[in-house]
């Protein structure tokens, strides 16, 4: 670990000023630690944001929900008012990481979390992501775990977070705050940046921006679900995971929300998906097309090529579940 | 005094004899309490005035040589006090039972992540920080990192066998099987770190490490640093899991022993999680092809076994794949055989049984493939091929209730194959065979009875949370006619009594014999003390009776002391029967329609190992055999890069072991048996037995379940979904 300078900070407005200039944040610290022991990450300057006042769930005036950022995973998968009106939203969380983590891990931190990708968390391997401009190892090594979409020439990683993908299909925006004190707002699915050519800056986020929530819309209309397949029962990282809201209304789909994990660099939400869904008729060639749709670009990288026909699966699965039909023996 | 004793003759069971009545039961761990309250000491755990930090380096090439490193410039970062890189370092750690040092050296690289340097400075973080940032430079040589691809291929002579025509068994065959079975790389992932604290007194080197061999361990660090074995005294009381892996000292070992010489202070060295899994040895992948050949009524007449595995360049070590294909099943014409690749790829050895771990899986693949070629209940076509005498020497067995294993095992599982439907979940059972060699190895030990009525064991073997304290205390409360709470047990120390250690599930069998040949030596001279013959003597409570006398057992002591050493060696039962632990696995699995994910619903073990010394110790440590049994079918598997050869998935989150969600209810179940042919206390291993052969039912019963046989381990969700409709 390389030696830091820390500093502890007592409000939004001092964290902000002290990450003025380059510095990390520092929440539950479950990936962040990991990550400066092995000097994958090595800051200069933590910024522990642990004191400050963003541990509540807080009712919306428009009857949608506010969640601080430093609302434990734990916390917010029990939450009453998430079990009852965004239930996908506490099945993802508990699909991730173990009981111990949950306890630790923060609703900001979650977002952030970097990519499992072995040979970022390897310093004797070439990684864009980690020293741009070196290559990416896993391209042509043991991809597995990679991504089929939104991935670029330079990084073919993936956003490993369940908790990002559910609030993403229940439209979910995020609250942050600047080092001038100007407060913004915008839609989750605008943080995260795909890699292209640097795949080093994975958000949109200014340097030294805080996040300090996540705001959820009223509870959504449909049947929501999570379904996570991935490598052993519990403690694993998706493969392939899908957050669904789907309301079928006088037998035609009046909403699908659909989102990815484990696909992309980013949770993974497709509007063309969506638009050859709504209004339609549910049926087995409808929920082709929509798979047809999704894996348009959808690209291979030898170990990692079952991810397609496995998303197309767990697609029409979760379309099928919603409208209330049977697999086809 | 000493009761030595050699192992040329069937021993009558005299344990069924004796009165105080510990044998067997479930007692609970003495050092139990130690461990959950943190008390009970791991080397990492040890502090030592004076004490500071090593972080070993790691090559970051696949072959080639160390050219030099930017030592100066690292040795004047905060903290540091040296930088270490010795061509006494070890390449890789000793193989089990080796005694003397494996390859040595620093300057040729063999493998990336071989250690080539060692950091030590005031603090680990500093330590940490300054060998991250030692730069070695190479010169770059051709490797060769693919076991399948690789250029130096050894067939080695002992694992060759040809007995009659196994073609033409196989071209004449009414039912035959020739098919392909490949297994991963594995590590065994020991929860405690490798971890050593050396200190030095003058010439004399005091090691706290976590090993499974004392008596070889310190005989390789005494060879490994060039010194006088008298001059090294290894302690490991306490072990966090080995597996194979503590078999051999390892470079942590040596590399801290070099630093702590050096710098006249201890000297800690632990290796981060990343570092075991190239550091330690692990199991090599192999590639397996069977071949079965059947009359009508399933009766093999021709088995063939061969294998490729991998190790490093000069490795002696390879992995024994076939060890129980030579005895398990009948067939006149049989051919065995290995080719070992060498290959630039971190250095392989004994992992928890190792041959039968990964060869059964094969075999019993296959032996289900053939049961359904024939039609044919898969226990019926093994009770079919029993044989009676061993196919190749032709000696008989000793005890041997696979039999049992099968029938009873089945009726307490509701053994009821044929695929099932429930929602999205296929529901299936298999079953396979369980086949364990069975090895006894020399060892030693001193009981003393004290004057005030309890007893002292002592030896330097190892518990890697096997349960050997209590075993071995309960062995001693029976002879002495104790209760266990009167007994203390002392291991771990080579200054103790040399015992055989911890590995091919020999320890309980060899280190138990030799505590109850103490205890014999001690019953003599109590009943000689008593007047009446040894036979006559009866022990239990605390007080002796024989003949027509009557003792507190205190009384006969008179206050002193009373001590006697126990010697065990093998003989020639070893040779004179087949000696192995058998059983039987059932598992029920449900295989998801849509991705392919395959849990386990149930499973269940029964087993026959001889005599069972503690059922409770005994039941974990099948129950822990069949959870590896399930990681190897269905999660673990340790990847290389196909460029370099690195160990890639090295860590917990992505090496996957069983979790617990993994693991359903398990049940065990031991028949009663003595082997009178392995030792004086009719045991056989039981930590391997567990494992060999548990994955091949799950996967079995994923056939069952889907019609789909998956024979590249493990049984991962895109290798099922490639057989299920759309
Ligand atoms: C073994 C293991 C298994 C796991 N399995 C899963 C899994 O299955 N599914 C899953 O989703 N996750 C999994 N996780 C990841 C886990 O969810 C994350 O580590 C955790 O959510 C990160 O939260 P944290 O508060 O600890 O973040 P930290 O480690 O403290 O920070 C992570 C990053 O976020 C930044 N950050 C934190 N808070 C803020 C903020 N408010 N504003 C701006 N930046 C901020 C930090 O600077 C840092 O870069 C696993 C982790 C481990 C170690
Ligand atoms: S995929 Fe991305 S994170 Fe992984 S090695 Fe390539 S550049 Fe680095």
Redesign the interface.
């Known amino acids: 670990m390389r030696p830091f300078d820390y500093v502890r900070a007592e409000d939004t407005g001092s964290a902000t000023e002290a990450a003025r200039g380059g510095a990390t944040f520092i929440a539950g610290g479950t990936n962040l630690l990991d990550l400066m022991k092995l000097e994958v990450m090595a800051p200069d300057r933590l910024v522990d944001i642990t004191r400050l006042d963003l541990g509540a769930i807080e009712r919306t005036e428009v009857g949608g929900l506010r969640i601080g950022a430093l609302v434990t995973n734990a916390d917010l998968a029990a939450h009453g008012t998430v079990r009852r009106n965004y239930p996908v939203l506490s099945r993802a969380l508990l699909a991730g990481a173990s009981g111990q983590l949950r306890n630790k891990a923060t609703t900001g931190g979650n977002l952030l979390q970097r990519t499992r990708c072995h040979y970022f968390y390897d310093t004797s391997q070439s990684c864009n992501k980690r020293e741009p401009g070196s290559g990416c190892a896993a391209l042509g090594g043991i991809n597995r775990i990679h991504a089929i979409l939104g991935a670029s020439e330079h990084c073919i990683a993936t956003h490993p977070s369940d908790m990002a993908v559910a609030l993403l299909a229940l439209d979910a925006e995020v609250e942050t705050e600047t080092a001038d004190g100007a407060r913004r707002m915008r839609p989750l699915a605008d943080l995260h940046r795909l890699p292209g050519d640097a795949p080093d800056r994975e958000t949109v986020l200014a340097d030294g921006e805080l996040i300090t929530a996540v705001v959820l819309p009223s509870a959504p209309r449909g049947h929501q679900a999570y379904r996570k397949a991935r490598d052993r029962a519990s403690y694993a990282f998706a493969l392939v995971s899908l957050a669904s809201v789907v309301a079928v209304e006088n037998g035609r789909i009046a909403r699908a929300s659909l989102a990815f994990g484990g696909l992309a660099p980013k949770p993974w939400r497709d509007p063309e998906v969506e638009a050859t869904l709504i209004g339609e008729v549910p049926s087995e060639e409808l929920f082709d097309r929509a798979a047809d749709v999704l894996l348009r670009e959808a690209k291979g990288h030898g170990h990692n090529d079952f991810k397609i026909p496995l998303t197309r699966r767990v697609l029409k699965a979760a379309l099928r579940e919603a409208a209330g039909m049977e697999k086809p023996a | 005094m000493t009761t030595q004793f050699k192992m040329d003759a069937p021993q009558r069971p005299l344990l069924d004899r004796t009165e105080q009545g510990v044998i067997h039961r479930p007692l609970d761990r003495p050092e139990g309490p130690l461990k959950v309250s943190g008390r009970a000491h791991y080397a990492a755990e040890r502090q030592l005035p004076g004490q500071v930090e090593g972080v070993l380096v ?1 090559a ?1 090439i696949a072959r080639g040589r160390l050219a030099g490193m930017n030592a100066e410039e690292v040795r004047a970062m ?1 903290g540091v006090l040296g930088v270490f890189s010795d061509e006494r370092f070890l390449r890789n750690p000793a193989q089990g039972g080796a005694g003397e040092a494996p390859v040595q050296g620093v300057r040729e690289i063999f493998y ?1 992540g071989q250690p080539i340097a060692l950091v030590v400075a005031e603090t680990l ?1 500093q330590a ?2 300054a060998a ?1 940032n030692l730069r070695p430079s190479y010169e770059e040589a051709e490797a060769q990192v693919d076991p399948a691809t690789a250029s130096d291929v050894d067939r080695p002579d002992k694992r060759r066998l040809d007995q009659g025509d196994l073609d033409r068994a196989m071209a004449e065959a009414r039912a035959s099987v020739d098919v392909t079975y490949t297994t991963p790389p594995h590590h065994s992932a020991a929860m405690e770190l490798h971890a050593s604290v050396a200190s030095w007194e003058g010439e004399r080197l005091t090691l706290h490490g976590s090993y499974q061999m004392l008596k070889y361990n310190k005989a390789e660090l005494a060879d490994s640093l060039g010194i006088p074995e008298e001059n090294v005294r290894v302690l490991s009381p306490f072990v966090g899991g080995g597996f194979g892996s503590k078999l051999g000292i390892s470079p942590e070992a040596v590399a801290a022993a070099i630093a702590a010489r050096d710098l006249g202070r201890p000297v800690r060295v632990v290796m981060t999680r ?1 570092q075991v899994f190239s550091m330690v040895t692990h199991r090599t992948s192999t590639r397996q092809r069977i071949r079965l050949a059947a009359d009508e009524e399933g009766r093999l007449t021709g088995i063939g076994h061969e294998d490729r595995v991998y190790n490093l360049p000069d490795e002696v070590f390879s992995e024994p794949t076939t060890q129980s294909t030579h005895f398990l099943y009948a067939g006149a014409n049989r051919r065995l055989g290995q080719e070992v690749a060498r290959v630039n790829r971190a250095c392989t050895g004994s992992v928890r049984a190792p041959g039968e771990a990964v060869g059964m899986l094969a075999l019993e693949g296959a032996m289900d493939e053939l049961a359904r070629v024939l039609h044919m209940d898969p226990i019926d076509l093994r009770r079919r091929n029993i044989p009676d005498r061993h196919p190749e020497q032709d000696i008989p067995y000793s005890a041997r209730r696979l039999a049992d294993c099968m029938d009873q095992g089945a009726r307490a599982f509701g053994w009821s194959p044929g695929s099932r439907r429930e929602g ?1 979940w296929l529901v299936g059972q298999g079953m396979a065979a369980a086949a364990r060699i069975n090895m006894v190895a020399p060892s030693e030990a001193r009981v003393t009875l004290r004057g005030d009525g309890t007893a002292l064991v002592e030896t330097d073997m190892t518990d890697i949370g096997t349960g050997t304290y209590a075993i071995l205390g309960q062995i001693a409360g029976e002879m002495l006619g104790l209760p266990v709470a009167s007994v203390d047990v002392r291991l771990g120390d080579t200054d103790l009594p040399p015992a055989a250690g911890s590995g091919g599930s020999h320890g309980a069998s060899s280190a138990g014999s030799s505590v109850f040949l103490a205890c014999q030596g001690l019953r003599a001279t109590l009943a000689e003390r008593l007047g009446c013959e040894a036979e006559d003597l009866t022990l239990k409570d605390g007080v002796a009776t024989g003949g027509n006398f009557r003792a507190d057992l205190v009384d006969l002591l008179s206050g002193g002391d009373l001590s006697e050493e126990g010697k065990f060696e093998p003989g020639e039962t070893a040779d004179d029967a087949s000696q192995a632990g058998y059983g039987a696995f059932f598992a029920e699995v449900a295989v998801n ?5 395959t ?1 386990v619903l149930r499973m269940l073990g029964t087993f026959a190992a001889g005599r069972i010394l503690n059922e409770k110790t005994a039941r974990s440590q099948c129950q822990g055999g069949m959870i590896w049994g399930i990681g190897a079918a ?2 673990e598997e340790l ?1 290389f ?3 370099d050869g ?1 160990a ?4 917990l ?2 090496y ?1 072991l ?5 693991c359903p209810p398990i049940e065990v179940h031991f028949l009663d048996e003595r082997d009178e042919m392995s030792c004086p206390i009719q045991t056989k291993g039981v930590g391997e037995l567990g494992i060999s052969g548990a994955g091949a039912a799950v996967l079995n019963a994923i056939f069952d379940a889907t019609g789909i046989r998956v024979r590249d381990y493990p049984a ?3 290798k099922v ?2 057989g299920l ?2």
């Open positions: 790691r970051t905060p990336h973080e940490r920080h991250a990343q999205e329609r849509i991705t392919g994910e849990r269905l999660t990847s890069d196909p460029r690195h890639v998935n090295d860590d989150a992505e996957h069983p979790v617990n969600a993994d991962t969700l895109d979904l490639a409709p759309d």
